[in-house]
């Protein structure tokens, strides 16, 4: 599994109307197939040029499965993001191989 992490920094001038669109924006991505499921979660840090950081791990079954969404649709999901909200927001991205996952079973 592939782990593809999107980190935006939010400016507070847009922060509600950004929070809306990504809650849209996340289905679209999934919708593509390309990926099995995705988080959406705040940065717990103050960040000193103000605003607020996000993280959309979006969790990829296989390289293949990436590099296709990459192909055939990143771009065009991207260049929603930036005609809305241009300078306002800035993102990058990571990409995370899972080598083992462990889970605590309270019972």
């Given at each position: 599994?592939?782990?593809?992490?999107?980190?935006?920094?939010?400016?507070?001038?847009?922060?509600?109307?950004?929070?809306?669109?990504i809650?849209?924006?996340?289905?679209?991505?999934?919708?593509?197939?390309?990926?099995?499921?995705?988080?959406?979660?705040?940065?717990?840090?103050?960040e000193?040029?103000?605003?607020?950081?996000?993280?959309?791990?979006?969790?990829?079954?296989?390289?293949?499965?990436?590099?296709?969404?990459?192909?055939?649709?990143?771009?065009?999901?991207?260049?929603?993001?930036?005609?809305?909200?241009?300078?306002?927001?800035?993102?990058?991205?990571?990409?995370?191989?899972?080598?083992?996952?462990?889970?605590?079973?309270f019972?």
């Amino acid at each position: 599994m592939i782990i593809y992490n999107v980190t935006i920094q939010v400016d507070d001038s847009i922060h509600e109307a950004w929070l809306e669109w990504i809650k849209e924006h996340i289905p679209q991505v999934l919708s593509t197939g390309r990926f099995v499921e995705a988080k959406l979660t705040r940065v717990l840090v103050d960040e000193e040029m103000g605003g607020t950081i996000y993280s959309v791990q979006y969790k990829a079954r296989s390289r293949k499965h990436l590099d296709e969404y990459y192909e055939k649709y990143a771009d065009q999901l991207r260049q929603d993001g930036m005609r809305r909200f241009a300078d306002k927001m800035l993102a990058f991205r990571t990409e995370l191989e899972i080598i083992d996952e462990y889970k605590v079973n309270f019972n």
